[in-house]
């Protein structure tokens, strides 16, 4: 079983950044993709960035040039950098692990980290 913790949210003014981490503890394989989701109130959760362990990432539109994804595969971690924060990046955040092996994939998700952009 594996669980993921989120850490670093908060309130941030427009303009501000923010980092957010997320651990995953137990095994997470050596085939996997970790990145982060997000949830605004009324409308539906959205990707934000992805990171495969071969180093692949995938950004959502809407935060490309700002924010950035990392790994430590060392830790099993994944960060979320978020600069130049907007109103519109108010949301719950989701770290999210998904463990490839052949014919399955399982997917694992944290309990959510509040990030809001407001003066």
């Known amino acids: 079983q594996v669980q993921l913790v989120e850490s670093g949210g908060g309130l941030v003014q427009p303009g501000g950044s923010l980092r957010l981490s997320c651990a995953a503890s137990?095994?997470?394989?050596?085939?996997?993709?970790m990145g982060w989701f997000r949830q605004a109130p009324g409308k539906q959760r959205e990707l934000v960035a992805t990171?495969?362990?071969?180093?692949?990432?995938n950004y959502a539109d809407s935060v490309k040039g700002r924010f950035t994804i990392s790994r430590d595969n060392t830790k099993n971690s994944v960060y979320l950098q978020m600069d130049s924060l907007k109103p519109a990046d108010t949301a719950v955040y989701y770290c999210?692990?998904?463990?490839?092996?052949?014919?399955?994939?399982?997917?694992?998700w944290g309990q959510g980290t509040q990030v809001t952009v407001s003066s």
């Open positions: 999210n692990v998904k463990i490839l092996r052949p014919g399955v994939t399982i997917e694992y």
């Open positions: 137990g095994s997470i394989f050596s085939t996997n993709v």
């Open positions: 990171r495969s362990s071969g180093g692949f990432t």
